[in-house]
């Protein structure tokens, strides 16, 4: 029968224990399988294993690191920032922290040293592990732990792992937030096995895989869909840690056997920009995944054109991670992101905010996921107001805008609140125009996407000057001293003044329209 409204209930999700600790699930192969190779770390475009990690020597490392950090004087629930760089460091880090009853605290190695002061400010950390790259003064109060340190916490003996309850925090992430302030996104314990959703919901994951990530180690992408749930079921994972180059994943994935590739869509864009032979470098490749962005329909045709392979895209946030896909089981359809994985229970909701009912099939509207999905965050930190703004009824709003057909496929349609999306990344403008305007020669900014063809959009700055036009190497040398890399416009465009509403509001959709319309 075909359903009248825009909900589809996926059957009850996975159940977990009362008594589940995120670190002890990842780790449930080193009982099984402790010689096989959990990671690979690959140090040039050659292939070669820089490092490689048995099950039993991540064990090892976790829990020594975990008992380290509570001889350190860490206790449960305390924050530990993590500013690493690309090193396999970082899931030690990552996973020792919470098997020690603390909360991981992630941040990209890309924000500047001031905005990772902002985030301390916020997160009142009792530690923070600092690479000598990326190092920083650190408040008073908060203890550093340089590389060093981290030798020292894996030869500790290692502990046994926090005995933690599956609603208590795990970690936390840092995203853009409608106001321009990046906010603490906590999640519990339980989120960890609440991503056994995705494993047949996207991946078609088994312990037989080899997992070839295209991130590094400090992205939240990689360490969900590259690390936690590869190693969670047992399979065996390869990250990359030489220089950044588009073209050495066929190499990699046909040195090493690699079952299945996850990249953003820019990393297909690049790589099949005039690649050949990709055929034959992911021959033993059964899929792609991809996240992070819309995949635009003729990059993901000419990758089955040229590797003969299926390519699953998903779509999710940082919030409940991802929870729409296509699948083998769920077959890609033009035009759509997937549908809601076995267990998810998703909605559209009207956008005048009328009731929690769901919308017809095909209607438009803001999409909603369950706010009993197992997955979902515990809270925005310390911002009860914002947590309880992105409830209605039984769903949490999502702020996209979204429809569903008769299937549950669901269309994505962009962003209700005009956060931006840049490399997977969500990115508030108005945190980037605070950052601009700072300029001694920006009178008045406005930071949008600017689509500059159909399968791509950048971040524009629409910039009226002070007098004259500060140039555009000026400005951009501004912004990457003061943005990180991905927040940073791409584009500079002087206007004379910017569009706004009869009480103040700055209407940023009104600019783009009239910049695409004065091009044409």
Do not use: C
Request: aromatic letters at 8%.
């Amino acid at each position: 029968m075909i359903p009248d409204d825009s909900l589809f209930d996926m059957g009850p999700p996975p159940p977990f224990p009362a008594r589940f600790n995120m670190a002890r699930h990842v780790l449930g192969a080193a009982g099984r399988t402790p010689d096989k190779l959990a990671l690979r770390v690959l140090g040039d475009a050659t292939g070669a294993v820089a490092e490689a990690w048995s099950y039993a020597d991540l064990d090892r490392a976790i829990r020594a690191t975990a008992a380290g950090l509570r001889a350190a004087g860490l206790s449960r629930g305390d924050r530990v920032a993590l500013r690493v760089g690309n090193l396999s460091d970082f899931p030690i880090l990552f996973f020792g922290t919470i098997a020690a009853g603390g909360v991981a605290v992630p941040t990209s190695s890309q924000l500047t040293a001031g905005e990772f002061d902002a985030l301390l400010g916020d997160m009142r950390p009792r530690f923070a592990a600092v690479s000598d790259d990326l190092a920083v003064r650190l408040p008073e109060g908060v203890t550093p732990l340089p590389p060093p340190a981290w030798d020292e916490l894996r030869a500790t003996p290692p502990g046994d792992i926090e005995d933690t309850g599956a609603d208590d925090p795990a970690f936390m992430i840092y995203t853009s937030g409608t106001s321009g302030k990046p906010r603490g996104v906590l999640h519990a314990q339980r989120s960890a096995h609440a991503r056994r959703m995705m494993w047949q919901g996207w991946y078609g994951l088994s312990e037989a895989d080899t997992v070839l990530h295209a991130g590094a180690f400090n992205w939240t992408y990689t360490l969900g869909a590259g690390l936690t749930d590869p190693w969670a079921a047992g399979a065996s994972t390869l990250i990359y840690a030489g220089p950044r180059d588009a073209h050495v994943w066929p190499r990699l994935a046909r040195a090493h056997g690699a079952s299945i590739f996850a990249a953003v869509p820019g990393v297909y864009r690049q790589m099949l920009r005039g690649a050949g032979g990709l055929g034959g470098d992911f021959a033993g490749l059964r899929h792609g995944l991809t996240a992070g962005e819309r995949m635009p329909e003729a990059v993901a045709a000419e990758w089955r054109a040229a590797t003969g392979k299926p390519l699953y895209e998903a779509l999710g946030m940082s919030e409940v991670s991802t929870y729409i896909s296509s699948s083998p089981s769920a077959p890609p359809r033009p035009g759509a992101s997937g549908r809601p994985q076995d267990g998810r229970r998703v909605a559209i909701l009207a956008e005048d905010g009328a009731g929690d009912a769901p919308v017809a099939v095909g209607e438009p509207g803001l999409l909603a996921v369950s706010r009993r999905d197992p997955g979902l965050m515990l809270g925005y930190w310390n911002d009860p107001a914002a947590t309880a703004a992105a409830m209605r009824g039984e769903w949490f709003l999502t702020g996209d805008r979204a429809a569903m057909d008769a299937d549950g496929y669901i269309t994505y349609l962009g962003r209700a609140d005009e956060v931006m999306n840049a490399l997977g990344y969500r990115v508030a403008p108005q945190e980037v125009e605070e950052a601009i305007a700072r300029h001694p020669g920006v009178a008045d900014v406005a930071v949008a996407e600017l689509p500059v063809r159909a399968d791509l959009a950048l971040i524009a700055a629409f910039v009226v000057p002070r007098g004259h036009w500060p140039g555009d190497e000026a400005l951009a040398a501004h912004a990457a001293a003061t943005l990180a890399p991905y927040k940073a416009p791409k584009l500079w465009i002087a206007v004379e003044s910017l569009p706004r509403s009869p009480n103040g509001k700055l209407q940023r959709r009104a600019l783009v329209a009239a910049h695409r319309r004065d091009r044409t």
